[in-house]
């Protein structure tokens, strides 16, 4: 069984950074896809970024530019650096592992979730 636990949520001013980071432990996959998800209040989950075992990497168009995902293989730990925070990336964050997909993005891809970091940005 896998988890996953994130940390790093917190409240910024619009403009600031933030970084996250997702502990995973358990079985590990030796091919595998981690993501970053966000939900907001009355909203469906999204997808925020994705990369791969191979090191492929994929974001959604909002955060382009302004998000970079990374993952320590040696920590098992995955990063999300967000900059340029702005109000509309308030949400509850949350990282996913499974298997690697070609829709990364899609939340219906991962089994295995952690319990989510809070994130609010003020304007």
């Known amino acids: 069984q896998v988890q996953l636990v994130e940390s790093g949520g917190g409240s910024v001013q619009s403009g600031g950074s933030l970084r996250l980071s997702c502990a995973a432990s358990g079985y590990i996959y030796s091919s595998y896809c981690m993501a970053w998800f966000r939900q907001a209040p009355g909203k469906e989950r999204e997808g925020v970024a994705s990369i791969d075992s191979d090191g492929r990497t994929s974001y959604a168009d909002s955060v382009k530019g302004r998000f970079t995902i990374s993952h320590d293989n040696a920590k098992n730990t995955l990063y999300l650096q967000m900059n340029t925070l702005k109000p509309e990336d308030t949400a509850m964050y949350y990282c996913?592992?499974?298997?690697?997909?070609?829709?990364?993005?899609?939340?219906?891809?991962?089994?295995?979730w952690g319990q989510g970091t809070q994130v609010t940005v003020s304007s």
């Open positions: 996913a592992t499974d298997l690697p997909t070609v829709h990364a993005l899609s939340p219906h891809e991962y089994h295995y």
